[in-house]
T-cell receptor
Framework: DVKVTQSSRYLVKRTGEKVFLECVQD?????MFWYRQDPGLGLRLIYF???????EKGDIPEGYSVSREKKERFSLILESASTNQTSMYLC??????????FGDGTRLSIL | GIQVEQSPPDLILQEGANSTLRCNFS?????LQWFHQNPWGQLINLFY???GTKQNGRLSATTVATERYSLLYISSSQTTDSGVYFC???????????FGTGTRLKVLA
């Protein structure tokens, strides 16, 4: 079974902090994704990566950056956290350009 | 941009009941998937169904691409079916999913 592991289930940070969300997959997939999920808005794509060191902006990249130094790991970075970034963050991986396997999510609160 | 609308937004069922969830989309798509997010937040891929009908146990799905809708059928519902059901579509010519806002299902014992 594919396993996509997100480093934290719950995270509380303060405004202005630099926040790192980590995601690791164990199936050697080329493609990895970061989404955020908000009530009434569904899932929205922040960034995706189709290879090591390669990335593409999604629909809402503002305020975020990503890093993919190794194939199995895709990190989402909030450069200076703000309260409107309080959300559920979901990572996914896939052998195709469309997300197939999701992690359990990180519920991030910015105070 | 493309609109993906799901109905109903909320649904409460007694265990054993059947239900139909609907996904309407406003543009031509070349991919459609149904996902289930359980109460713990885990998102599971149910069906990849750009057209036609598929069945997996008590769940089945039908997509009529020419009429721009897809249906997810849940028969003999169980409490473990509770959660949010999302459809996601890919606009023709792109590689990006657009998610609907979901149907929140609660199955009562």
């Amino acid at each position: 079974d594919v396993k996509v592991t997100q480093s934290s289930r719950y995270l509380v940070k303060r405004t202005g902090e630099k926040v790192f969300l980590e995601c690791v997959q164990d199936m050697d997939h080329e493609n990895m994704f970061w989404y955020r999920q908000d009530p009434g808005l569904g899932l929205r794509l922040i960034y995706f990566s189709y290879d090591v060191k390669m990335k593409e902006k999604g629909d809402i990249p503002e305020g975020y950056s990503v890093s993919r130094e190794k194939k199995e790991r895709f990190s989402l970075i909030l450069e200076s956290a703000s309260t409107n970034q309080t959300s559920m963050y979901l990572c996914a991986s896939s052998p195709t350009p469309l997300p197939q396997h999701f992690g359990d999510g990180t519920r991030l609160s910015i105070l | 941009g493309i609109q993906v609308e799901q109905s109903p937004p909320d649904l409460i069922l007694q265990e054993g009941a059947n239900s139909t969830l609907r996904c309407n989309f406003s543009d031509s798509v070349n991919n459609l998937q149904w996902f289930h997010q359980n109460p713990w937040g885990q998102l599971i891929n149910l069906f990849y169904i750009p057209s036609g009908t598929k069945q997996n146990g008590r769940l089945s799905a039908t997509t009529v691409a020419t009429e721009r809708y897809s249906l997810l059928y849940i028969s003999s519902s169980q409490t473990t079916d509770s959660g949010v059901y999302f459809c996601a579509v890919v606009i023709s010519g792109t590689y990006k999913y657009i998610f609907g806002t979901g149907t929140r299902l609660k199955v009562l014992a």
